[in-house]
């Protein structure tokens, strides 16, 4: 069972447009949401995240908008460029559970993002 | 420089030939992760370990053996690799002991499985 659905699976903007990416879950006791950043032949790198306790996190020209109550969060990419063409990742991961921290993260399937000059 | 390591970076080997993906880290973090790239089901976790000596099984274990002897050092092996097994891996590595907090990639192993 897939813990975190990402959609769409692939976006096209032109620069300057906001490509938005979103991620639904099921698990309430998920309380931190890392957005990866991957490109073509290197590994994922982390972008930005949140957690639960805030409705919206920005930096730079991204920003994570998270709904708790509908078990919703988003990727906006504000003024996308050329060089945002790449390979998004939402994911998923408890902190503590009775007293432990957990080792489990949960990837979405990804959103391959083409940004067109 | 800070990194995560992986070696090798590409293999092509038969079915049922064990192999290892050594991966190693210089940052002295606590908890490191092995994930598997398939196009379409974005990245899943194999195994991972919180500490020296302790490991977990993530969402595919099956066929992969991990061992966590040295904090820096975190090997994935195959012990008779079959064709399913073909993927790109990624070992990842972050300074607390849970999955929350920033994980460091590495460069990924292409391996595959004839």
């Known amino acids: 069972q897939q813990q975190v659905k990402q959609s769409p699976q692939s976006l096209i903007v032109q620069k300057g447009g906001i490509p938005i990416i979103n991620c639904a879950y099921e698990?309430?006791?998920?309380?931190?949401f890392p957005w990866y950043q991957q490109f073509p032949g290197k590994g994922p790198a982390l972008l930005i995240a949140?957690?639960?306790?805030?409705s919206e996190k920005k930096e730079g020209r991204f920003t994570i908008s998270f709904n708790k109550s509908a078990k919703q969060f988003s990727l906006h990419i504000m003024d996308s460029q050329p060089g945002d063409s790449a390979t998004y990742f939402c994911?998923?991961?408890?902190?503590?559970?009775?007293?432990?921290?957990?080792?489990?993260?949960?990837f979405g399937r990804g959103t391959q993002l083409t940004v067109w000059p | 420089e800070a990194q995560v390591t992986q070696n090798p970076r590409y293999l092509i080997t038969v079915t049922g030939k064990k192999l290892t993906v050594t991966c190693s880290q210089n940052m002295n973090h606590e908890y490191m992760s092995w994930y598997r790239q398939d196009p379409g089901l974005g990245l899943r976790q194999i195994y991972y370990s919180m500490n020296v000596e302790v490991t977990d099984k993530g969402d595919v274990p099956e066929g992969y053996k991990v061992s966590r002897k040295e904090k820096r050092n975190f090997p994935l092996i195959l012990e008779s690799p079959s064709p399913n097994q073909t993927s790109l891996y990624f070992c990842?590595?972050?300074?607390?002991?849970?999955?929350?907090?920033?994980?460091?990639f590495g460069p990924g192993t292409r391996l595959t499985v004839l």
């Open positions: 949140i957690r639960p306790d805030v």
């Open positions: 994911a998923a991961s408890i902190i503590f559970f009775r007293g432990s921290t957990l080792g489990r993260l949960y």
């Open positions: 990842a590595s972050s300074l607390g002991q849970g999955a929350s907090r920033e994980q460091f």
């Open positions: 698990n309430t006791a998920f309380d931190y």
